[in-house]
């Protein structure tokens, strides 16, 4: 039970609703409270299940099915995901307007690659491997499931206080984004870092 919980706010931690609301603020402002609940209930379940997946096949996903190391997922991901924080850097809101359109096909551009990054994904693998397929699939749910009952509350916070603090909250999603896009920055590098590192350590590069 401890190594669930463990994992669980862990996942939670990537997950970082608080971080992760600041990328859907286009969404947050165009959608109905209902349309939005729906549309993220829609993403945490596409996120959950590709989380189980990498948990229960991680090693065969990538060993057996791609014939890749993982490290090559992380140098891969960490260039995607740098590419997106740089690209929040110069643009700001208008780096995610892959999330405009109607609402029935937002949930997969919530799903990937808002919910499911590099980083959720790295873990969900090492969550299959402390925890059997059962108690990797009710850790990833919960950390999902509070990320999203998070996000659903700001939704809520967001509509009461729109009128009144309008200028106060798009300050907010400016400041916040930015700060957002370099700490994904940073670990976009750190990922490429450790993807790097495995291959020098493997052929040999002193």
Known sequence: MHQIIKSTMFLLVLLNPFMVIVYLVDVLERLSFTKFRRVLLRAGL????????????????????????FASFQIFGGV??????????????????????????????????????????????????????????????MAVFFSVLIMILFKRIYDTMQNKRDNLIQRYFEIAGRVTAFIAGTVAVEMIMQGLKFWIDKIGIS
């Open 46 to 69: 596409i996120s959950s299940l590709v989380f189980w997946l990498f948990a229960v096949l991680g090693d065969v996903i990538f060993s057996d099915l791609i014939n890749a190391q």
């Open 80 to 141: 995607v995901f740098l590419l997106i924080g740089l690209q929040f850097i110069f643009q700001g809101k208008i780096a995610i307007q892959s999330l405009r359109g109607e609402s029935e096909h937002i949930a997969g551009a919530i799903a990937m690659p808002i919910l499911i990054g590099p980083g959720t994904l790295s873990f969900s693998v090492i969550i299959g491997k402390r925890l059997n397929s059962l108690e990797a699939g009710l850790s990833i749910f």
